[in-house]
Nanobody, 124 residues
Framework: QVQLVESGGGLVQTGGSLRLSCAAS????????MAWFRQAPGKEREFVAGITWTGGMTFYADSVKGRFTISRDNAKNTVYLQMNSLKPEDTAVYYC?????????????????WGQGTQVTVSS
């Protein structure tokens, strides 16, 4: 069974930075498009960033463009999300997702595997 384990969440002040990691196992990591989603209380899960299996293409939600950077290390079976200039509205549980689409999909239905999530809280 595929496992995705997120880490790196926490509490940070407005303007601060965090780096999330997602370690994958029991899958051919290099074949998967990877993405980060987030879900705030009372809201739907929303797309944050995605990266194709080669790492050649990335895609970001408008709300994080210019502040967040997604990357992957296929040798380590890990995908990262560098989050800078954090805002209180970035507060959410962040989920790592893996899917076999050739491109980055922005809907949760496009991903068949999910991690358990990591909490990110940005204080004002």
């Amino acid at each position: 069974q595929v496992q995705l384990v997120e880490s790196g969440g926490g509490l940070v002040q407005t303007g601060g930075s965090l780096r999330l990691s997602c370690a994958a196992s029991r899958l051919t990591f290099s074949a998967y498009t990877m993405a980060w989603f987030r879900q705030a209380p009372g809201k739907e899960r929303e797309f944050v960033a995605g990266i194709t299996w080669t790492g050649g293409m990335t895609f970001y939600a408008d709300s994080v463009k210019g502040r967040f950077t997604i990357s992957r290390d296929n040798a380590k079976n890990t995908v990262y999300l560098q989050m800078n200039s954090l805002k209180p509205e970035d507060t959410a549980v962040y989920y790592c997702a893996a899917g076999l689409s050739k491109g980055v999909l922005t809907t949760p239905r496009g991903y068949s595997n999910w991690g358990q999530g990591t909490q990110v809280t940005v204080s004002s």
